[in-house]
């Protein structure tokens, strides 16, 4: 668990993180983790194939088009997020375990889980993203709806079903509600190429020899976990040091390592910054010509990563899942941090549109609305982190 304040001398924090999640009886707690989260990669990966949507669904132009016309059916996102998570689980996991297993195996497994997950992401991230800025550029405009969300057989159908429609826009509005249709529509348009193109790309990668290797990888290690060893060891058995090594009480060390990893992190971030209700610099940035991210969002999107590991890492100690149980603070934090994502990128990708050449002032203005709308999402997330996190830890029954 992570330290009840930010100064990791404190002595009742640490003696908060000491006492932990409750250690199970099995001492082979991360090969048992490990076991559970393959069973449910290759369960999740059966179920996207039966759905049509995997490796036999076509090619992945056939497959784009086919997302370009209409919202995937619940089963394989259901799937496809279920992929998505056990690759997570196994990849950090295999990250704060790392000197428990066996050295070659795990430098080799842990890449490739983190490619196949961060593929199959895209799409649903470029998808959320779409959703976020139209419905943003809906409340600030005060439309009724855009040209993109009436198009029909569109993903963007879905979000324009989720909105209600709004009362006229007020005279103060107009001037926004002139470009939003159009801001809407450019939106639309580069954000569904990037969607298309991240789902033929993960059919493609679902379809290729890199993904099978993996997955045979993975089938392995659902009956049989590399751990390391000391000496020579027999077929089906370990040597007594790597009994040992793999008990909870080795496993402990590694996961308060991961714990102080996040602790400095959160330690390093401007906290005083986020505790402003408005952040000019970051917001001037974003309206920079300059595309690249600005550097106040890199310390966070760590921490995020950091926090992930975290909680992974007293899964395994806790000997399962524990998302939707344990440590509320934690689970505040990381949805706080979540939404920090979020906001960046949207923020990211309404100046980008906004840079695109020869686009009418009011479009422009209405994607610069936009953009700080979001940014001033990105810092009511972070208010929120901060906020969350130096409260008293709490465990859920």
Do not use: C
Not at 119 to 139: D, G, I
Not at 279 to 306: K, M, Y
Not at 320 to 348: C, F, I, K, Q, Y
């Amino acid at each position: 668990m992570a330290q009840r304040h930010l100064d990791p001398t404190d002595p009742t924090a640490t003696a908060t993180a000491a006492a932990g999640p409750p250690v199970p009886a099995d001492p082979d707690a991360l090969a048992g983790y490990l076991r559970a989260q393959a069973t449910e990669f290759l369960r999740a990966l059966r179920q996207h194939r039966e759905s049509g949507t995997g490796t036999h669904g076509g090619n992945g132009a056939h497959g784009a088009r086919r997302s370009d016309r209409a919202a995937p059916d619940a089963a394989p996102v259901d799937a496809a997020r279920a992929l998505r998570r056990a690759a997570r689980r196994l990849s950090g996991t295999l990250h704060t375990f790392q000197p428990l297993l066996d050295a070659d195996w795990a430098e080799g497994m842990r890449p490739e889980l983190a490619w196949l997950s961060g593929t199959l992401a895209m799409e649903h991230a470029y998808a959320s993203r779409l959703e976020r800025l139209l419905q943003a550029l809906h409340r600030l405009s005060g439309s009724s709806a855009f040209p993109a969300q009436q198009t029909a057989g569109r993903a963007t159908d879905a979000v324009s079903a989720a909105v209600p429609a709004a009362h006229p826009a007020p005279p103060e509005r107009g001037s926004l509600t002139v470009g939003a249709a159009k801001a809407g529509a450019l939106l639309d348009r580069q954000l569904t190429l990037a969607r298309t193109r991240a789902h033929s790309t993960a059919l493609q990668a679902l379809g290729s020899s890199r993904f099978h290797a993996v997955a045979d990888k993975v089938a392995l290690l659902a009956s049989e976990v590399p751990l390391r060893t000391t000496g020579p060891a027999t077929s089906g058995t370990r040597t007594a040091a790597a009994n040992n090594a793999a008990s909870p009480a080795g496993l402990r060390p590694l996961a308060a390592a991961a714990e102080n990893r996040l602790t400095d992190a959160v330690a390093a971030l401007p906290l005083v910054t986020a505790g402003s209700p408005y952040n000019a610099e970051a917001l001037v940035h974003g309206l920079s010509p300059d595309p690249v991210a600005h550097p106040q969002d890199a310390p966070w999107h760590q921490v995020r990563l950091l926090l992930r590991l975290h909680r992974y890492a007293l899964e395994v100690l806790a000997g399962e899942e524990t998302e939707d149980s344990g440590d509320v603070r934690l689970l505040a934090a990381g949805e706080a941090l979540n939404r920090h994502r979020d906001a960046a990128e949207a923020a990211a990708a309404a100046a980008q549109a906004a840079r695109t050449p020869r686009i009418a002032p009011a479009t422009a203005y209405a994607l610069g609305v936009l953009h700080a709308d979001q940014r001033h999402e990105v810092e009511a997330a972070r208010y929120a982190f901060q906020h969350s996190w130096r409260k008293e830890p709490i465990r859920l029954p």
